[in-house]
């Protein structure tokens, strides 16, 4: 897992090895499933909250790279998104995602261990209780 590389859609390299060591949620998501886009304000505003004490979100985009380009232009996020393409499918099936479904979340503790994860849209309960209970 933390061995894999991807690129933002900026065209840069974005290698999950950069954040271990910190909690990390790691959201696999896409422009055309409205749980996705529906849950991604609030991931943003949790981010944005809790960055300071160190957690870390990256949106892995199980999508097309034009898609996704076209939609951060729409509703901008601050937290880092990487083009995961089919390499995001199997690597959320290798986290527990057996289906593929989206959107998928996994919550890393700061030792690296899968803490917990969801299919299914997230809520800020599942937010708050994960980051709390991990700490």
């Known amino acids: 897992m933390w061995a894999q590389q991807f690129q933002t859609p900026a065209g840069e390299p974005l290698s999950l090895a950069a954040f271990k060591g910190k909690p990390l949620l790691l959201n696999f998501w896409a ?18 909250e809790h960055a300071v004490k160190g957690l870390q979100v990256v949106g892995l ?38 289906t593929g479904s989206l959107p998928f979340s996994v919550f890393f503790a700061a030792d690296g261990r899968v803490f917990a ?8 309960d599942d937010l708050s209780g994960w980051l709390l209970a991990s700490a």
């Open 31 to 48: 422009t055309w499933c409205p749980p996705c886009v529906e849950e991604l304000p609030m991931i943003e505003a949790f981010w944005q």
């Open 117 to 124: 994860k969801k299919l299914g849209q997230l809520t800020r």
């Open 61 to 98: 985009a199980i999508d097309q790279p034009s898609a996704v380009r076209r939609f951060l232009e729409r509703q901008p996020l601050t937290f880092p998104v990487a083009l995961a393409g089919f390499g995001g499918t199997e690597l959320s099936k290798s986290l527990g995602n057996s």
